[in-house]
C-alpha cells in the first residue's frame, strides 16, 4: 500500500519520482539551472522553499502548483464515499444548460461501460467525481457542491 505524501517536501519528492529522475537528472535536464543538492535539501526538508522557487521548479517539473497545497488527494475519496453520491440521470439529460452537454456524454460513457441501463440514477466512483472534476475545472469537492446547488443528486 502507497502512502500519499502529505508534506511539501514529500510531494516534491514523491513528483520527482513520478518523472523517473534522479537529483543528477534535474541538475543535467536543467542544465544546471536546478543543482542536485539544492533539490534533495528542499525534499529532505533540510532547507525551505520560497514560493516563487516553488512555482519555477513546478513549472520546470511541468506540474500544477496547486499539487503542493492539495490537501492527501484521498480525502476526496473518503469524502465521496462517506456521502454516497448518486447522480439524478433524468434531470441531467434533460436540462438544457449547455455547460452541461459535456456531463450528459460522460455520464452516458459511464453508464455504457458500466452495462447500466436503468438510465435515472448513477451511483458516483471516486474515478467518476475526478472525471467530472477535471471536466467541470474543479476540484472534487468544489464539484460535489455544484452538483447539489444545480440539483442534479439524489440525496
Same mark, same amino acid.
Given at each position: 500500500?502507497? +502512502? ?25 535536464? *536543467? ?6 543538492? /539544492? =533539490? ?10 520560497? !514560493? ?13 502548483? +496547486? %499539487? ?17 453520491? /448518486? %447522480? ?24 455504457? /461501460? ?6 435515472? /440514477? %448513477? ?6 467525481? +475526478?472525471? =467530472?472534476?477535471?471536466? !467541470?475545472? %474543479? *476540484?472534487?469537492? +468544489? ?7 444545480? *440539483?442534479?443528486? =439524489?440525496?
Amino acid at each position: 500500500m502507497t +502512502q500519499n505524501p502529505t508534506s511539501t517536501s514529500e510531494k516534491l519528492r514523491a513528483i520527482r519520482k513520478s518523472k523517473g529522475w534522479s537529483l543528477q537528472d534535474i541538475e543535467r535536464i *536543467s542544465k544546471g539551472k536546478w543543482k542536485a543538492v /539544492v =533539490i534533495g535539501s528542499y525534499e529532505r526538508s533540510d532547507r525551505s522553499i520560497s !514560493l516563487k522557487k516553488a512555482i519555477d521548479l513546478m513549472k520546470f517539473y511541468e506540474v500544477p502548483i +496547486q %499539487l503542493l497545497f492539495e490537501e492527501d488527494p484521498s480525502q476526496s475519496i473518503k469524502t465521496i464515499n462517506n456521502k454516497k453520491l /448518486v %447522480l439524478d440521470q433524468r434531470r441531467i439529460k434533460n436540462s438544457t444548460k449547455p455547460e452541461l452537454e459535456s456531463l450528459k456524454r460522460l455520464i452516458s460513457y459511464i453508464s455504457t /461501460v458500466r452495462r447500466d441501463w436503468n438510465g435515472e /440514477v %448513477l451511483s458516483l466512483r471516486s474515478t467518476d467525481l +475526478q472525471f =467530472i472534476a477535471i471536466l !467541470l475545472n %474543479l *476540484s472534487d469537492e +468544489q464539484t460535489i457542491d455544484y452538483l447539489r446547488d444545480e *440539483s442534479l443528486t =439524489i440525496n
